[in-house]
T-cell receptor, first 113, second 114 residues
Framework: DTAVSQTPKYLVTQMGNDKSIKCEQNLGHDTMYWYKQDSKKFLKIMFSYNNKELIINETVPNRFSPKSPDKAHLNLHINSLELGDSAVYFC????????????FGSGTRLTVV | AQKITQTQPGMFVQEKEAVTLDCTYDTSDPSYGLFWYKQPSSGEMIFLIYQGSYDQQNATEGRYSLNFQKARKSANLVISASQLGDSAMYFCAIFNQAGTALIFGKGTTLSVSS
């Protein structure tokens, strides 16, 4: 029943590793997003993606890459993890023309040690 | 560029009282929308309320209402009859200039005491 689901919920990994976070939505939304929430709770857009266009926030390092196998999935791959990547990562989705804002996943807490 | 400012890092209120969380914004778009989200300590982001810039009336959703003052570029969230479960972080948001993503303010932590 979960509308936007992310896995894993927690991820602890060593510096230099490569990891992925998966996101799936069953709402039929046409656009998906990845946000990063830092230790000060500041939410920053990383990517937005629909079946036409990927929009990347230019401040996001190219170690981060979104992969969308289909409209319902937007996974986040991170290469060569750094300590500063530790944060909570939120996936979200929306449907064009719907004023209700975004539906967020429950977040993935990534800790790089 | 679009910008959201939330100047109150923390607010404290007693149960059953009303509280106002401030949000000011900056945009050059003639048409825009403003959103409020709640993030409890469990971490999920919960959509609360939406206000369109051309809406004739201020938005209301249950105990949540928006005090929308377009000329002042403010969209303050009013929570009436506060409950302990309202303790959370609250974020105000607006679409970025390209309309491709929501951008958020820094948030306000609300603490409700009995």
């Amino acid at each position: 029943d979960t509308a936007v689901s992310q896995t894993p919920k927690y991820l602890v990994t060593q510096m230099g590793n490569d990891k992925s976070i998966k996101c799936e939505q069953n709402l039929g939304h046409d656009t998906m997003y990845w946000y990063k929430q830092d230790s000060k709770k500041f939410l920053k857009i990383m990517f937005s993606y629909n079946n036409k266009e990927l929009i990347i926030n230019e401040t996001v390092p190219n170690r981060f890459s979104p992969k969308s196998p289909d409209k319902a999935h937007l996974n986040l791959h991170i290469n060569s993890l750094e300590l500063g990547d530790s944060a909570v990562y939120f996936c979200a989705s929306s449907h064009e023309g719907t004023p209700g804002g975004y539906t967020f996943g429950s977040g993935t807490r990534l800790t790089v040690v | 560029a679009q910008k959201i400012t939330q100047t109150q890092p923390g607010m404290f209120v007693q149960e059953k009282e009303a509280v106002t969380l401030d949000c000011t914004y900056d945009t050059s778009d003639p048409s825009y929308g403003l959103f409020w989200y709640k993030q409890p300590s469990s971490g999920e982001m919960i959509f609360l309320i939406y206000q369109g810039s051309y809406d004739q009336q201020n938005a209301t959703e249950g105990r949540y209402s928006l005090n929308f003052q377009k000329a002042r570029k403010s969209a303050n969230l009013v929570i009436s009859a506060s409950q302990l479960g309202d303790s959370a972080m609250y974020f105000c948001a607006i679409f970025n200039q390209a309309g491709t993503a929501l951008i958020f303010g820094k948030g306000t932590t609300l603490s409700v005491s009995s």
